[in-house]
């Protein structure tokens, strides 16, 4: 069984069109993120949810809005689509952090290539 | 703020060659420690993690990395490399002591080992 999977694996469209990525974990974990890999392969932090709650929400346009149904679920929403939006995204889960405060391992998923044309 | 750096952009190795990637961060309190590899069109997986205890960890397929605190580094090493092991990896820090679970990336390195 694939522990934390996405659809869809390869999204193409046009700028100004409004696309959504499904994020799915079946590892039982209570927080989910969304990670973005851009051309040069360099990863960076996009958003966390823990528990349907947002906790992580780094500089992001706003056309780009996050949604948790539950904690085993976590869609990314992008409006308007830009070409600087073309990049792999992934999506992550792990349990949330420990009662001493350290954190935990991060499980990702395959990645959606996006490319807007 | 935190920040990563992969010092090795592009290694080439021959096969049963000793790899070393250089990993560094900076950040002055506790950090927990991960090498992630991608393989060609593959996503990321975990090749080992350091949390505590032994500063020197080790992985799967072979690797381990030491961690060497006065040196902020966590470098990551395998004796004699496969051509399996051709990949992009990937050096990651992640503090405690916060409310978030968020990892910081460095900028990979990528491996391409020959036959």
């Known amino acids: 069984d694939t522990a934390v999977s996405q659809t869809p694996k390869y999204l193409v469209t046009q700028m100004g069109n409004d696309k959504s990525i499904k994020c799915e974990q079946n590892?039982?974990?209570?927080?989910m993120y969304w990670y973005k890999q851009d051309s040069k392969k360099f990863l960076k932090i996009m958003f966390s949810?823990?528990?349907?709650?947002?906790?992580i929400n780094e500089t992001v346009p706003n056309r780009f809005s996050p949604k948790s149904p539950d904690k085993a679920h976590l869609n990314l929403h992008i409006n308007s689509l830009e070409l600087g939006d073309s990049a792999v995204y992934f999506c992550?889960?792990?349990?949330?952090?420990?009662?001493?405060?350290?954190?935990?391992?991060?499980?990702f998923g395959p990645g959606t290539r996006l490319t807007v044309l | 703020a935190q920040s990563v750096s992969q010092h090795n952009h592009h290694v080439i190795l021959s096969e049963a060659a000793s790899l070393e990637l250089g990993c560094n961060y900076s950040?002055?309190?506790?950090?927990?420690l991960f090498w992630y590899v991608q393989y060609p069109g593959q996503h990321l997986q975990l090749l080992l993690k350091?949390?505590?205890?032994?500063?020197l960890v080790k992985g799967i397929k072979g690797f381990e990395a030491e961690f060497i605190k006065s040196k902020f580094s966590f470098n990551l090493r395998k004796p004699s490399v496969q051509w399996s092991d051709t990949a992009e990896y990937f050096c990651?820090?992640?503090?405690?002591?916060?409310?978030?679970?968020?990892?910081?990336f460095g900028t990979g390195t990528l491996l391409a080992v020959q036959p």
């Open positions: 950040y002055g309190g506790t950090v927990n």
């Open positions: 949810y823990n528990n349907k709650e947002l906790i």
């Open positions: 990651a820090v992640s503090t405690y002591g916060g409310a978030t679970n968020k990892l910081i």
């Open positions: 350091y949390f505590s205890g032994d500063p």
């Open positions: 590892l039982g974990h209570d927080t």
């Open positions: 992550a889960s792990s349990h949330h952090l420990r009662t001493s405060g350290t954190t935990d391992t991060q499980y």
